[in-house]
């Protein structure tokens, strides 16, 4: 399985930025994780594979938003009023087979850099 998210630039607060993620395998639960500079990487985001359920990291519920078009199998993370702590690289991650959790994967891609200026 391959992961491609692409998306990722620099925003003033306030602001929305769309992040996608494209992946090669049969649809798994997906989720979105980000990391600031000296950080671990936490939680933002995650879809069922077939798009009925979401979850969400309280820092980001109610301004991002994950959706899924599975017909691309293809994961998108809308990121509206924007923060500077939003700042961060931010990494789509899959399951290669289930875990029953909206934590676990097997997969990262590539991370995406998000700015978010003052």
């Known amino acids: 399985v391959q992961l491609q998210a692409s998306g990722g630039g620099l925003v003033q607060a306030g602001g929305s930025l769309r992040l996608s993620c494209a992946a090669s395998g049969p649809p798994y639960t997906m989720g979105w994780f980000r990391q600031a500079p000296g950080k671990e990487r936490e939680f933002v985001a995650a879809?069922?594979?077939?798009?009925?359920?979401?979850h969400y990291a309280d820092s980001v519920k109610g301004r991002f938003t994950i959706s899924r078009d599975s017909a691309e199998n293809r994961v998108y993370l809308q990121m509206n009023s924007l923060k500077p702590d939003d700042t961060a690289v931010y990494y789509c991650?899959?399951?290669?087979?289930?875990?029953?959790?909206?934590?676990?994967?097997?997969?990262y891609g590539q991370g995406t850099l998000v700015t978010v200026s003052s």
């Open positions: 879809i069922s594979w077939n798009g009925g359920m979401t």
């Open positions: 991650a899959t399951e290669t087979r289930p875990h029953n959790s909206w934590y676990e994967y097997d997969v």
